[in-house]
């Protein structure tokens, strides 16, 4: 594949206002599919399902098998857009989507196209700056996913190539509401940036909400980004692109300023976009064509013939709104006047899309500075030398199990380091990889009392030294001892213990 020729960002912006646009689907965590009783893998406890193991006849599209609609999936769905600031349908219709599915038996999407259940809204995001942007949303609406296709042979995963697939149907008919957006004008300089607070801030709202993981990384979250741009002074949108699928926050970010330069490149050479579907390669840092972007006509929509319009309640609705959480942009002004943060310190939590494992360690039982620390520091070290995300490397407990051992003496911050790499590294729990990597601090004082008689045995002068009043020579006996116990001691305790030896 030839590399895209690309444009200094700086000057493609010169030329060009970029206009933003995103999709993002969330699938929903209910117990069941959106139109069968299978168990839903979205669900935290089907994760790592068998393949075609949670499936029923509706998600393989067998002859004579009917939808039914899943009430906590329409109730979590209406919450959502609640939540999003939108106004929720009083009726709401079913679509048939038609296009080539090879991963849905029934080569059809069950969506909502014309009627969706939610419309009109906004969110609210954030800037690393503190600047606050308002999203316009335009819809949100039910659908079921699709499944997954597995190529066999050839060198890229990819159809191309391959010697034949293999279809798993866990995923189809898993809940979906997907969220798209108006076109958002005047992103600038910061399109990259709002992109990533976009997603985030969504992500934000649907964790507090309890329903969906919101795991980029299994794809509970997905984001379509969609770029176009227009000469400087022109109205006319320009044609767009939609990066599909993109998996992480910071390759939202990365996708959405690739495509500015790579499309900038193409119209001051006079060249046209092609309206097409990308896909974003993490490795690469980079797009690729995917197929001609369709547009709604081609979908051939028409309202699904087995499946009643959605009316809820006003009741309901009623419910749902006074359950609501706190929107985010006020929680984390709670958060930060709770936790005694400065700017700068809940600047860092909120620039790594760390505040929801932050607060949930916090909750796990860690004071709010320690979870900060090891969260924006060692597993954010860890995450950008390994090109992941740090919520990807532990999970809340296993950072306040850790600070919990540190508390009780059990560990150091320097064997605590080490531990926390053994998590990362999937070796389990923070006790687990105590345990089997033979870390804990060393709390036998007569071992200590050895190797700090042999340091004052190898420096003389250094007892001497003690022994007339400069304790600051106790140093270097600590430091031997900390060497000789590779790290394994409590420094705090050894100096204790040195400077009892020197005063017999």
């Known amino acids: ?39 839903n893998p979205a669900h935290e406890s089907n994760h790592g399902a068998g393949p075609n193991t949670l499936v029923a006849p509706v998600d393989m599209g067998l002859p004579g098998s009917l939808p039914v609609v899943n009430e906590t999936a329409v109730r979590y769905s209406i919450s959502l857009g609640l939540a999003l600031g939108c106004s929720i349908a009083p009726s709401s219709r079913f679509a048939r989507k038609n296009y080539f599915y090879p991963d849905l ?30 999203v316009p949303i335009e819809r949100a609406h039910m659908e079921e996913d699709a499944g997954k296709l597995t190529h066999v042979g050839g060198s890229t995963g990819r159809i191309q190539g391959a010697e034949y697939s293999l279809v798993d149907y866990n995923r189809a008919g898993v809940p979906l509401v997907e969220i798209v957006t108006r076109p958002i004008f005047g ?69 959405v300023r690739y495509e500015i ?38 979908y051939r929509y028409f309202p699904e013939p087995d499946l009643l319009p959605v009316a809820p309640p006003q009741e309901l609705i009623d419910e749902l ?14 958060l930060k006047a709770d936790w005694g943060f400065t700017d700068l310190e809940f600047q860092d939590v909120v620039n790594g899309g760390l505040l929801a494992e932050v607060e949930a360690t ?47 003496g059990a560990l150091n911050d320097k064997l605590a380091r080490q531990v926390l790499e053994g998590v990362a590294a999937g070796e389990g729990t923070p006790q687990e990889v105590v345990d089997a990597r033979g870390l804990a601090v060393v709390s036998d004082d007569g071992a200590l009392i050895a190797a700090i008689d042999d340091a ?12 007339d009043g400069k304790v600051q020579a106790a140093g270097a006996v600590i430091g031997a001892v900390m060497k000789a116990m590779k790290g394994q001691a409590d420094a705090a305790r050894v100096r204790e213990l040195v400077l009892e030896r020197a005063a017999q």
């Open 456 to 467: 004052l045995a190898s420096q003389p002068d250094v007892l001497a030294k003690i022994r």
């Open 261 to 298: 330069q790579r499309q900038a490149v193409i119209l001051a050479a006079g060249g046209t976009i092609i309206q097409e579907t990308r896909h974003w390669h993490e490795d690469t840092g980079t797009t690729s064509p995917g197929r001609p972007k369709s547009d709604a006509d081609d």
């Open 105 to 134: 038996g029934k080569n059809y999407q069950i969506s909502q196209y014309d009627e969706p259940i939610a419309f009109d809204g906004e969110v609210e995001i954030e800037l690393t700056d503190g600047t606050l942007i308002t």
């Open 321 to 334: 709104r006074a359950a609501l959480p706190e929107p985010p942009a006020i929680r984390r002004r709670r």
């Open 362 to 408: 916090v909750a796990a039982g860690a004071a709010p500075a320690s979870a900060r620390k090891w969260w924006t520091g060692e597993l954010t070290r860890i995450a950008n030398a390994q090109g992941r995300e740090a919520s990807d490397l532990a999970t809340a407990a296993d950072v306040a199990a850790l600070q919990a051992l540190v508390d009780s």
């Open 1 to 39: 594949m030839a590399k895209d020729k690309l444009m200094d960002f700086d000057k493609a912006l010169e030329l060009f206002e970029p206009v933003l646009g995103f999709e993002v689907h969330v699938e929903l965590n209910t117990e069941t599919k959106m139109f069968s009783a299978a168990g």
């Open 187 to 255: 992103a600038e300089h910061r399109a990259p940036e709002i992109a990533k607070a976009y997603v985030q801030a969504i992500r934000d709202i649907v964790l507090s909400l309890g329903i969906s993981e919101a795991r980029m990384e299994r794809g509970n979250l997905r984001c379509d980004a969609n770029v176009s741009l227009r000469p400087r002074g022109q109205e006319k949108l320009g044609t767009r692109t939609e990066t599909k699928n993109v998996n992480s926050m910071r390759s939202v970010e990365r996708a």
